[in-house]
């Protein structure tokens, strides 16, 4: 961790209450807390932190303004193959029940979940261990939304983004927009995920019967051509992965705009931003979206302790706010 970063950690009130022993260490302490405590859901298989992430109300339910995201469980690092490779040998079905519940005892409490691999049976292991999650389920052209509420009595379905931005892109939104219609006769919360402001402008004009928008404050699905006018004419080597820092002003704007609750995602524009910028990038997400939305942040706690430092970052901040 830099000198900044830590100081930053070491001055707020977050960290001085995490010291005081309620919260274990690591996640090697979260695994034998999870091991030794009854398989109910009435007893959290991790003690609770006293450091707990402030709430938003989203439905029905209160939920952690910090909900954790998916991309690191399942190896899309949205940074190189290595490194994609890193995160799956590294995410056994162990180690994803570990940071679910480490999660958990810091009062992050709705996980963006999405259905692929073996991503049901370790929620089932979790489950079955006495954790609990609201979900917010990212939806893909080729899941049986159905299938999904049935199965796992999610909070909210948000069609991905990667779905949406094509569509966007093809002139297809009319069937997106008939997507949400069924989604909504299934009876739980419905989002539109992007990675493009122009996407919830449009939405917001042709008044979509939705709940929330789920907002990367990065542009990464631009097209080739897009790309070349961006960048002066300059294609990058890996052109679906640009993150351009004039990009999350741009989102943000849409998201104070719009009253529907928004969630901000890539914040840390997937892991480029480290040290210093951490803290700075938590307080320009916070500072720029509204009182009731929230961030989505995925964790690679690998050799660190990851969940705890972003939990503190946001405790911190928004309890001085």
């Not at 939405?203 to 051509?225: H, K, L, P």
Request: charged content about 20%.
């Amino acid at each position: 961790m830099s000198n900044t970063r830590r100081a930053f950690l070491q001055s707020s009130a977050a960290l001085t209450i995490g010291m005081m022993g309620g919260a274990a260490n690591s996640l090697a302490a979260g695994t034998q807390a999870a091991q030794n405590a009854p398989s109910t859901a009435a007893t959290p298989p991790v003690p609770a932190s006293p450091v707990q992430v402030p709430k938003m109300k989203f439905g029905n339910a209160e939920i952690g303004r910090l909900v954790l995201g998916v991309n690191p469980m399942y190896g899309f690092s949205h940074y190189n193959n290595n490194f994609s490779a890193a995160m799956r040998e590294w995410y056994t079905p162990e180690r994803v029940c570990e940071v679910l519940h480490r999660a958990s005892s810091f009062g992050i409490n709705a996980f963006n979940y999405v259905h692929v691999d073996r991503a049901q049976s370790d929620l089932e292991m979790f489950q079955s261990q006495g954790g609990n999650m609201h979900l917010i389920i990212q939806v893909m052209a080729r899941d049986d939304a159905a299938f999904l509420v049935q199965k796992f009595k999610p909070l909210a379905l948000q069609r991905r983004g990667e779905e949406i931005d094509k569509a966007f892109q093809t002139g297809t939104m009319s069937a997106e927009r008939e997507w949400c219609k069924r989604a909504r006769d299934l009876g739980v919360l419905v989002g539109v995920g992007t990675h493009k402001p122009e996407v919830i402008e449009l939405v917001e004009e042709q008044g979509w019967d939705i709940d929330f928008y789920s907002g990367c404050v990065y542009n990464r699905t631009r097209t080739e051509a897009e790309w070349k006018q961006a960048l002066n004419g300059e294609i990058m080597e890996m052109p679906h992965d640009i993150y351009m820092q004039s990009d999350p002003a741009r989102m943000y704007k849409v998201i104070r705009q719009t009253s529907k609750t928004c969630f901000a995602f890539k914040i840390l524009a997937a892991g480029r931003i480290d040290g210093d910028g951490v803290v700075q990038a938590f307080r320009t997400a916070y500072s720029s979206i509204k009182p009731g939305d929230g961030v989505y942040v995925g964790m690679f706690p690998r050799g660190k302790d990851e969940i705890r430092e972003n939990a503190e970052i946001v405790h911190s901040i928004l309890t001085a706010a």
